[in-house]
Structures are given as C-alpha cells and as structure tokens.
C-alpha cells in the first residue's frame, strides 16, 4: 500500500487505535493489581444511557456532553446501587450487579429506540466502535503531515483520545509515589498519611474517562480488553511495576496495530471476501497475547502482587 494510500485511510485509524489501547492499559495495570479489573466492565455499562441521554438532549455527540453525560451516569449508578443495599438488605456486589446490568440495557433501549441515523450512534457502533470510519479525507499522502490545511481535517476522535492519552499519563506521573505505596500496601501507605480512598477514587475517574474518550473508536464494551488484556499480560511478564507497565504499552500496541492490520487483510488471506470488526479483532489479538503470556510467561506461576525492591 502506498503513502497515498495508507495515510488516508489507515494511519489515523491505528494511531486512534493505539492511543486507545494505551491510554486505558495504563490505569488498568493498576486496577489489575489491586484487583479491581472489572471496573472496566463497570464502567462501560454504566456510562452507556449517559451517552444516550446526553446526545438525545444535546443532538450532538461531542466531548463535553458525552462526559457530563457519563459523569451523572455514574453518580446515578452510586446512588441506586446504595439505595437498593439498603432497601433490600443484600450485599453491595448483588447490588452492583442489578444496577450495571440494568443501566446497561437501559442505555441498549435508549439506542433502539430513538432516531441516531444522522450520527453513528446506534447499538452496533455502540458495541463495536466505530475505528474504520475515521479515516482523513484531506490527506493526500505523507506531506500532509506538514500541510496545515490537510490537518486540520484529521478526524476529531484522533485529537480527543491523544489528550485523554496525555492526560492519563500525567495522573500516573503526578500520583506514581502514592499509587505504587497504596496498591501493594494499603495500610501503610495510609499510616503515611495518604488519602487512599480519594486516590483509589481519581483512579476509577481517569479509567473513566478514558472510557468515554474511546467510546467513539472502540465502543463501550471493548474497551474491556484494553483494560485488562494488556496489563494482565504484562503482569505475567515480570516482577517489576515499572518493567509491567513498560510491557502493558507494548503489547497494547501491537494489539491495536496486528488487529487492524488483521481485521482489514485477515479474511482475504483465509480466502474471504469482507473485513471483520477492527476494534472487535483488536480485542481478539490482545485476547491472544494474554493467552500466550499465561502459556509461557515466565511469571505465569507466581500468585500474589509483583514484588517491589
């Protein structure tokens, strides 16, 4: 494929790819260790009917109101999941349990039922994303890098998910100390005086974020994988938090770079006629390397959190 070609077509769709895959295989090393990955999952259902209710009153599926949208889908979530522990006396994860299933299927309704043709907002993209459509018009090869006026026609999702990327690695920077002290020892990282409940909080937020940012691209249940395939993988790669989150970066790369490659050229090789899902063969790939990685990893046998000199 040529530059004209590739640039176009290609090159935005992997860099939205891969800056989705690392902006949410960053938070999720440490949700992985501290055994919090499904909050993954949490989120993508729970932030679903925000998006929908936010388009349906805005008419728009722009940033701010697809944040704020989640933001108070999220604060409904607590506030039902408390109501319903208890009013009904059962234990906070049966709770959790009704409420996110729920609102997930709330959001699928909402999508069902409402006019979403003028946008790409409808189940199938909400599940799947949306990453083969955000291609750039403009470009006419490599030198539209350096062309003003074929940048300014990059896909707006590219912008978007490169901050929220920007923006999650300087939380890490910022909190690293604290975050390392309180996830492999909670009760001595409070004796230090660290707010460990707000800093787990911020935690969830940014994860949340990222979520959101990669709704467009990827859709709200892959981005599941990406929180957990990635650092999973990684954890079995070594002993280090430093080394693992180094190996979460690379594997979430490869991740989204061999599943878009494959999603386009995979079927054609195996004698098909049609391209599958990139986002959903991104998750597949990164499925994978988590499979490989729990076969020969060389820390595949160690239980526990990683160790820390």
């Known amino acids: ?177 604290p975050l390392k002290i309180s996830t492999f020892d909670e009760g001595f990282a409070q004796g230090l005086g660290i707010r460990t409940g707000a800093l787990g909080m911020a935690l969830v937020v940014v994860s949340a974020v990222a979520a959101v940012a990669a709704f467009d691209a990827v859709g709200s249940i892959i981005v599941i994988a990406m929180f957990i395939c990635p650092p999973a993988a990684a954890r079995l790669m070594t002993n280090r938090l430093e080394m693992q989150i180094a190996w979460s970066v690379v594997f979430a790369v490869i991740s989204a770079v061999l599943g878009y490659v494959l999603a386009g050229y995979g079927p054609l090789w195996l004698g098909g006629t049609n391209a599958v899902s990139a986002a959903g063969m991104i998750a597949t790939t990164s499925g994978l390397i988590l499979l490989l990685a729990v076969l020969f990893g060389p820390c595949r046998s160690r239980t526990g959190a990683p160790s820390e000199s």
């Open 1 to 177: 494929m040529s530059g004209a070609e590739f640039v176009p077509l290609s090159l935005t769709p992997i860099l939205i790819g891969v800056f989705t895959a690392v902006a949410c295989a960053l938070p999720g090393n440490f949700l992985v260790l501290r055994r919090q990955a499904l909050i993954g999952d949490a989120i993508s259902h729970v932030v679903l009917p925000g998006i929908v209710v936010a388009f349906l009153v805005t008419g728009t599926v722009t940033a701010w109101p697809m944040m704020i949208g989640a933001a108070l889908a999220s604060i409904l979530a607590v506030v039902l999941i408390e109501a319903i522990r208890r009013l009904g006396r059962i234990e906070t994860g049966a709770a959790m349990g009704v409420v996110f299933t729920a609102m997930f299927a709330g959001g699928v309704l909402l999508l069902e039922r409402s006019d979403t043709s003028t946008v790409h907002l409808d189940v199938e993209h909400a599940l799947m994303g949306n990453l083969e459509s955000l291609i750039w018009l403009d470009a006419m090869g490599w030198g539209s890098l350096l062309d003003p006026v074929a940048l300014a026609g990059l896909p707006p999702e590219l912008g978007r998910i490169f901050i929220t990327l920007i923006g999650v690695s300087v939380f890490l920077w910022l909190f690293w100390r």
